[in-house]
């Protein structure tokens, strides 16, 4: 693995869709870092997922080499992934970014201990609300949020823990074993069952000290029910894909969904969350349409 006598090259994805780049939190933050006390030779790959495009000049001044991509189209954000490595075979580490995460210095020089370490995945705390949403645990089909006071960091057994993709840092070793992102996937799922096969092929990751805050569509209050409906149900219908190598996984979906939807209901005070349920059914029998 990399030691840190000499600078690390560090390739810096981050993915923008409504935003222009100039005005998104991810790279205005990027912009101020201080990467040479850091010891980061850091470059810049920006995906522009638009169909129309802002533009190569819509990107501030950055510290680095800086690449451009778009293509007219939204694409699939583990195609996304896959083609900015396979664009940077020079690079020693890759961080994946979204366009709203707020990095800072305390982030980049908490990457010091972990390129000293022999693990090649590290992820950090990311918050919501000062709440603990990544890294997290699954169990069988099923989601479990961590304590953040009894996070332990550093290298931990990498058997079920998952992560948010924003602020993942990935070794081009691990890369070099097959790792990629499942190209089956599309936004929802894409970060879960990167960490599932990583668990795969690697018995440890790294949990950084360093938090980063980030917002949460699928947490945040007030939002219209058409909106809400929609995500939950994109993020349902990924798990058989997801969890494809669980045993009679789409019945465990199926009970899950029927579980998830009542709670919904209940927390949201809304009983056209119910409509939730039909996805259990879609799930068991996907060649059949069910009416939403």
């Avoid at 006598?5 to 005005?23: A, E, H, I, K």
């Avoid at 020693?92 to 980049?108: G, M, P, R, W």
């Avoid at 360093?210 to 939950?232: C, D, M």
Wanted: hydrophobic content about 40%; overall charge positive; proline content about 4%.
């Amino acid at each position: 693995m990399m030691h840190i006598q000499s600078q690390v090259q560090v390739n810096f994805l981050v993915v923008v869709y409504s935003t222009s780049p100039s005005l998104t939190t991810t790279l205005k933050s990027l912009a101020t870092l201080d990467f040479q006390s850091a010891r980061i030779l850091p470059k810049f790959s920006v995906w522009d997922n638009s169909e129309q495009g802002f533009g190569e000049a819509s990107i501030p001044t950055l510290p680095g080499e800086v690449t451009y991509h778009h293509s007219g189209k939204n694409e699939p954000l583990s195609k996304v992934y896959n083609a900015l490595i396979s664009r940077s075979a020079d690079s020693d580490y890759f961080i994946v970014l979204d366009d709203d995460s707020s990095i800072t210095n305390d982030y980049i020089f908490s990457l010091d201990v972990f390129f000293r370490s022999s693990v090649p995945v590290a992820v950090p705390q990311i918050l919501f609300n000062n709440s603990l949403i990544s890294p997290g645990t699954i169990k069988g089909v099923r989601g479990r949020a961590l304590n953040l006071q009894d996070l332990v960091t550093g290298a931990v057994p990498s058997k079920s823990i998952v992560a948010m993709m924003s602020g993942t840092v990935i070794s081009k070793e691990a890369l070099s074993r097959g790792l990629k992102f499942d190209e089956r996937l599309s936004f929802y799922g894409v970060d879960t069952r990167f960490f599932i096969d990583y668990a795969n092929i690697y018995s440890e990751i790294f949990i950084l000290k360093a938090s980063i805050p980030h917002s949460s569509a699928l947490r945040e209050n007030g939002q219209a029910y058409t909106k809400k409906v929609q995500r939950f149900r994109n993020l349902i219908l990924s798990r058989p894909l997801v969890f494809d190598y669980v045993k009679h996984h789409k019945f465990k979906i199926s009970l899950y969904v029927l579980l998830f939807s009542l709670n919904t209901c209940l927390k949201e005070k809304n009983i056209r969350y119910l409509s939730l349920m039909l996805l259990s059914l879609h799930i068991l029998n996907p060649r059949k349409s069910y009416a939403r």
